[in-house]
């Protein structure tokens, strides 16, 4: 506990001055090379797996030739002998191992084929392929179709054996990597195919989670008897009360920063900069809106804090009624603005330091003086005529703390700071020592006495209406109330699995609202103790699965927590940990249990209600990646980064496990795979971006020809990669944009998690590139993962490094044909407008 606490403090202070190093960058540099060696071995695994398919074709379709019309046996040796390239050489099986005569072979055919056939169609598609881009995707028919082309026109007019039909393909470019999908018999003209937006849509209906690990001052309770906080983009305004969710979602990156204005209505809020997709930074600002209607009011300084706004810095101005705001940016001199809230205008700026700074606030007083502190200083600024000067708080005697967490103004309008030393520090104006200084010396702010009031850190401090005081600890995890003399009269201590304190909000004379370093929210009182009213997930999220009956999912994460949720109710059913982190999970149709795959090749099976690991296995030593049982749950398959699949037999209802065998073909690691509906077959990707099928019945064996796959239906659609989901890739995407995707159970619509945050509705099936979509914001990072719960009443997505959960309502036409649950608790959440979705 006390490492965790310390390394808290460490992130709290360092957060906001972590820049990128020459050794971070190099890292960037190798993870890139990694990935280009990646690429490199998948394309000539990819081009020996051709050579050999071609070695074992052409005999046959001479053979097929000959058996047609010995005309066209002629035609097709004219084709593979000319150009003087291996003048007399024969086909025949020794010259099996000549993979270069071979390879020319083959292509010299395709192409001499393709003449054959058609000329001017072969003349346009090399234009075509001349001004493509590097996701270009083409149509074409395969090499066997091609093939059954030649003998048509080298058999006889009136010759009906030589009649064949014209199979086609889909070829897709990913990274100059081509993907060859092929196009389903029921689907008779590709080129006439149109895409549309689906008639759903999605609603933000909850948010799970709260931003205390990293971010301070960021919890209030208002009149309405609604908390107010954040993660990721959106604001949550939560009436405890009623259980019930709004949510201002007018930020287009992660929330940084809160403050309420004197009225209790208006709040601003400040948000980080971030980048586009194509690396440009965008322009950070702060909004004032009104907590009653979520409508923006005022949008202040669009471009000009650079990085965006720092954390705990921003502040009304109390005496003139909030007229004034004062913000500090997170650049490197975190810049002091003071701007004016009803016209938008600044009133005046100056470079604080280049140390971190945590807080900001006016003097109750006087809007003039303002203070702000942070690593190891205090300052004390008067602002006039437009400009600001500047007095530093003086330690003296006393030991100068390393951070200077917060501070608060006392009754009698005295600063107090809390430190990491866990001192309670009253600072006074001191007058000014002539007599060691001279004529020339000024007043100064000096330490009255410190207090000892806290083991660790001090995090937060807070003023109540009778002039008592509340301090929040880290290491000792103590709320402590102070009389308005700083005498200690009450404390609690909270429990240990919610973390430190990381800020304090009154509710009423005995109640309160803590907010922790643990992502946690809790209520309660020094009488009656404290109960989390909000939790959420500590790092990075990627595994998440909803089940097969019941309103409930789970997600897992690089905390090592395993979380199961309940949509309806809107709560945490129970919360485990596990020695590694989760990256997926799978629920077994049976509903009873689920499994959980590990970071290091290990996975584990849960009893959903007892919570005890009843059963577990390791396959390599690798991080695994996919878990999904069959649709009749007699089999579970698991995807690893070893680049198998591991097939296991499953009996008693998921609650015993053997090993069945092992999908061994692809070239790089596991990263989606599906069952067909009648449990036999496996669709899989790679990560370098191959589409395999397996025979899992027939002993998961490697299916290859793929053609045979194209009317195949599948129970489940989360592969990135096929003929079905083409229109959800942008163009010039590398391959890594698309960490997910889901497709509804009514195979309506398709849901896509992508690299820039957003999650994105298309209809399914989507066969033709730029499909348009509905666009849905809220993540504040890269969206990890997305899924429908079992009636497609809403779908949920989970971010990765900003440990949000997001769960939609999905509404529209056709939405009600499976929902039975649909009314439960939909109406309980309402959003700031929004701007046009698609």
Same mark, same amino acid.
């Given at each position: 506990?006390?490492s965790s606490t310390?390394s808290?403090?460490?992130?709290?202070?360092?957060?906001?001055?972590?820049?990128?190093?020459?050794?971070?960058?190099?890292?960037?540099r190798?993870?890139?090379?990694e990935?280009?060696?990646?690429?490199?071995k998948?394309s000539?695994?990819?081009?020996?797996?051709?050579?050999?398919?071609h070695?074992?074709?052409?005999?046959?379709?001479k053979?097929?030739?000959i058996?047609v019309n010995p005309?066209a046996?002629?035609?097709l040796n004219?084709v593979?002998?000319?150009d003087?390239?291996?003048?007399?050489?024969?086909l025949?099986?020794s010259?099996?191992?000549?993979g270069i005569?071979?390879?020319?072979?083959?292509?010299?055919?395709?192409?001499n084929?393709e003449?054959?056939?058609?000329p001017?169609r072969?003349?346009?598609r090399?234009?075509?392929k001349?001004a493509s881009?590097?996701?270009?995707?083409?149509?074409?028919p395969?090499?066997?179709?091609r093939?059954k082309e030649l003998i048509?026109?080298a058999?006889?007019p009136?010759?009906?054996?030589?009649?064949?039909?014209?199979?086609?393909s889909?070829?897709?470019?990913i990274?100059?990597?081509?993907i060859?999908?092929?196009?389903?018999?029921?689907?008779?003209?590709?080129d006439?195919l149109k895409?549309e937006l689906?008639s759903?849509?999605?609603?933000l209906d909850?948010v799970?989670?709260?931003?205390?690990r990293?971010?301070r001052?960021?919890?209030?309770?208002?009149?309405?008897?609604e908390?107010?906080? &954040?993660?990721?983009c959106?604001?949550?305004l939560?009436h405890i009360?009623?259980r019930m969710?709004?949510?201002y979602?007018?930020?287009?990156?992660?929330v940084?920063c809160?403050?309420?204005?004197p009225?209790?209505v208006r709040?601003a809020?400040?948000?980080?900069?971030g980048?586009?997709?194509?690396g440009?930074?965008m322009?950070?600002?702060?909004?004032i809106?009104?907590?009653a209607?979520l409508?923006t009011?005022?949008?202040?300084?669009?471009?000009?804090?650079?990085r965006?706004?720092?954390?705990g810095?921003?502040? &009304?101005?109390?005496?003139?009624?909030?007229?004034f705001?004062?913000v500090?940016?997170d650049?490197?001199?975190?810049?002091l603005?003071?701007?004016?809230?009803?016209?938008?205008?600044k009133?005046a700026?100056?470079?604080?330091?280049?140390?971190?700074? &945590?807080?900001?606030?006016f003097?109750p007083?006087?809007s003039?003086?303002?203070?702000?502190?942070g690593k190891?200083?205090?300052?004390?600024?008067t602002?006039s005529?437009?400009?600001?000067?500047k007095?530093q708080?003086?330690?003296?005697?006393?030991?100068?703390?390393?951070?200077i967490?917060c501070?608060v103004?006392?009754?009698t309008?005295d600063v107090?700071t809390?430190?990491?030393?866990?001192?309670?520090?009253?600072?006074?104006?001191?007058a000014a020592?002539?007599k060691?200084?001279?004529?020339?010396?000024?007043?100064?702010?000096?330490?009255?006495?410190?207090?000892k009031?806290?083991?660790g850190?001090?995090?937060?401090?807070c003023t109540l209406?009778?002039?008592?005081?509340?301090s929040?600890?880290?290491?000792?995890r103590?709320?402590?109330?102070w009389?308005a003399?700083?005498a200690?009269?009450?404390?609690?201590e909270?429990?240990?699995?919610?973390g430190a304190?990381?800020?304090v909000?009154v509710?009423?004379d005995?109640g309160?609202?803590?907010?922790?370093?643990?992502?946690?929210?809790l209520?309660?009182?020094?009488?009656?103790?404290f109960?989390a009213?909000v939790?959420?997930?500590?790092?990075?999220?990627?595994?998440?699965?909803?089940?097969p009956?019941?309103?409930?999912?789970?997600?897992?994460?690089?905390?090592?927590?395993?979380?199961l949720?309940?949509t309806?109710e809107?709560?945490?059913?129970w919360?485990i940990?596990?020695?590694?982190y989760?990256?997926?999970?799978g629920?077994?149709?049976s509903g009873s249990?689920?499994?959980?795959g590990?970071s290091t090749?290990?996975?584990?099976?849960l009893?959903?209600?007892?919570?005890e690991?009843?059963s577990?296995?390791i396959?390599g030593?690798?991080?695994?990646?996919?878990?999904?049982y069959?649709?009749d749950?007699? &089999?579970?398959?698991?995807?690893?980064?070893d680049?198998?699949?591991?097939?296991?037999?499953v009996t008693?209802?998921?609650?015993r496990?053997?090993?069945?065998?092992r999908c061994?073909?692809?070239?790089?690691f596991?990263?989606?795979?599906?069952?067909?509906k009648d449990?036999?077959y496996i669709v899989?990707n790679?990560?370098?971006?191959?589409?395999?099928?397996?025979?899992i019945?027939?002993?998961?064996?490697l299916?290859r020809?793929r053609f045979?796959?194209?009317?195949?239906?599948?129970?489940s659609f989360?592969?990135?990669?096929?003929?079905?989901?083409?229109?959800v890739w942008?163009?010039?995407?590398?391959g890594?944009d698309?960490?997910a995707?889901c497709?509804?159970?009514n195979e309506?619509v398709v849901?896509?998690?992508d690299?820039f945050?957003?999650?994105?509705?298309?209809?399914?099936?989507c066969p033709?590139?730029?499909?348009?979509?509905?666009?849905y914001?809220?993540h504040?990072?890269?969206?990890?993962?997305v899924c429908f719960?079992?009636?497609d009443s809403?779908l949920?997505?989970?971010g990765?490094?900003?440990t949000?959960i997001?769960q939609w309502?999905?509404?529209?036409?056709?939405?009600?044909?499976?929902?039975?649950t649909?009314a439960?608790?939909s109406?309980t959440?309402?959003?700031?407008p929004e701007?046009?979705a698609?």
């Amino acid at each position: 506990m006390d490492s965790s606490t310390n390394s808290l403090d460490d992130v709290s202070a360092d957060g906001s001055t972590d820049y990128p190093d020459r050794s971070s960058s190099m890292e960037v540099r190798l993870q890139a090379q990694e990935d280009e060696i990646t690429l490199l071995k998948s394309s000539l695994a990819d081009a020996l797996r051709r050579i050999r398919m071609h070695d074992q074709l052409l005999p046959l379709l001479k053979q097929q030739l000959i058996a047609v019309n010995p005309s066209a046996a002629r035609v097709l040796n004219q084709v593979c002998y000319s150009d003087g390239f291996t003048s007399g050489r024969k086909l025949s099986s020794s010259s099996a191992n000549d993979g270069i005569y071979h390879a020319a072979t083959a292509a010299r055919v395709r192409r001499n084929s393709e003449k054959l056939a058609n000329p001017e169609r072969q003349r346009k598609r090399l234009d075509k392929k001349a001004a493509s881009s590097a996701n270009l995707l083409t149509r074409s028919p395969s090499l066997e179709s091609r093939a059954k082309e030649l003998i048509a026109s080298a058999g006889s007019p009136g010759s009906r054996r030589g009649t064949y039909s014209q199979e086609q393909s889909i070829k897709m470019f990913i990274r100059g990597r081509p993907i060859t999908m092929y196009v389903p018999s029921n689907i008779q003209n590709y080129d006439n195919l149109k895409m549309e937006l689906p008639s759903e849509r999605l609603e933000l209906d909850w948010v799970y989670g709260y931003r205390g690990r990293d971010c301070r001052a960021n919890l209030f309770f208002l009149p309405s008897g609604e908390a107010v906080y &954040f993660i990721a983009c959106v604001i949550v305004l939560y009436h405890i009360k009623n259980r019930m969710q709004r949510h201002y979602r007018k930020h287009t990156d992660s929330v940084r920063c809160l403050a309420v204005h004197p009225d209790n209505v208006r709040v601003a809020s400040g948000q980080t900069a971030g980048v586009d997709k194509d690396g440009k930074p965008m322009q950070a600002c702060v909004h004032i809106w009104d907590s009653a209607t979520l409508v923006t009011l005022q949008q202040i300084g669009l471009g000009t804090f650079q990085r965006g706004v720092g954390m705990g810095s921003l502040a &009304f101005s109390i005496v003139d009624s909030g007229t004034f705001l004062c913000v500090i940016d997170d650049s490197n001199e975190h810049i002091l603005s003071v701007w004016d809230c009803t016209k938008g205008t600044k009133h005046a700026e100056i470079k604080t330091t280049n140390e971190a700074v &945590f807080d900001v606030n006016f003097s109750p007083s006087d809007s003039n003086n303002i203070i702000t502190c942070g690593k190891s200083h205090v300052y004390f600024w008067t602002l006039s005529a437009g400009q600001f000067t500047k007095k530093q708080g003086i330690f003296g005697k006393y030991k100068k703390p390393k951070f200077i967490h917060c501070f608060v103004f006392s009754l009698t309008g005295d600063v107090l700071t809390g430190d990491s030393e866990g001192n309670i520090l009253p600072w006074a104006k001191s007058a000014a020592d002539t007599k060691t200084l001279g004529k020339g010396a000024k007043e100064t702010y000096q330490i009255v006495r410190p207090i000892k009031a806290h083991e660790g850190s001090v995090f937060t401090l807070c003023t109540l209406k009778c002039g008592a005081l509340l301090s929040g600890g880290g290491k000792d995890r103590k709320i402590i109330r102070w009389s308005a003399d700083l005498a200690p009269e009450r404390e609690c201590e909270i429990p240990e699995k919610f973390g430190a304190v990381r800020t304090v909000a009154v509710v009423d004379d005995e109640g309160l609202l803590v907010g922790t370093t643990r992502n946690a929210i809790l209520r309660g009182s020094f009488s009656d103790g404290f109960v989390a009213i909000v939790q959420g997930h500590l790092d990075e999220m990627w595994g998440l699965a909803t089940h097969p009956s019941q309103s409930i999912f789970l997600t897992c994460s690089h905390d090592r927590q395993v979380c199961l949720w309940n949509t309806e109710e809107h709560n945490l059913d129970w919360c485990i940990t596990l020695e590694e982190y989760g990256l997926c999970a799978g629920f077994c149709p049976s509903g009873s249990v689920v499994s959980v795959g590990l970071s290091t090749g290990r996975w584990v099976v849960l009893d959903l209600v007892t919570k005890e690991v009843i059963s577990e296995s390791i396959d390599g030593n690798e991080q695994l990646s996919v878990m999904r049982y069959s649709p009749d749950g007699r &089999f579970l398959a698991v995807g690893s980064h070893d680049n198998f699949i591991y097939i296991y037999s499953v009996t008693e209802s998921g609650r015993r496990y053997s090993r069945f065998g092992r999908c061994n073909g692809h070239s790089s690691f596991i990263t989606h795979l599906d069952w067909s509906k009648d449990s036999c077959y496996i669709v899989s990707n790679s990560g370098d971006y191959e589409i395999l099928y397996w025979d899992i019945a027939g002993g998961c064996k490697l299916l290859r020809n793929r053609f045979e796959s194209k009317d195949r239906e599948w129970a489940s659609f989360t592969c990135v990669l096929g003929f079905h989901v083409i229109g959800v890739w942008l163009e010039g995407s590398d391959g890594t944009d698309i960490n997910a995707l889901c497709r509804s159970h009514n195979e309506k619509v398709v849901a896509v998690a992508d690299d820039f945050c957003k999650v994105h509705l298309f209809q399914y099936p989507c066969p033709k590139p730029k499909a348009p979509s509905h666009k849905y914001e809220g993540h504040g990072s890269h969206v990890t993962n997305v899924c429908f719960t079992h009636n497609d009443s809403h779908l949920l997505s989970i971010g990765g490094k900003d440990t949000c959960i997001l769960q939609w309502k999905v509404t529209g036409s056709g939405v009600g044909e499976s929902r039975e649950t649909l009314a439960s608790a939909s109406s309980t959440s309402t959003s700031s407008p929004e701007p046009p979705a698609s």
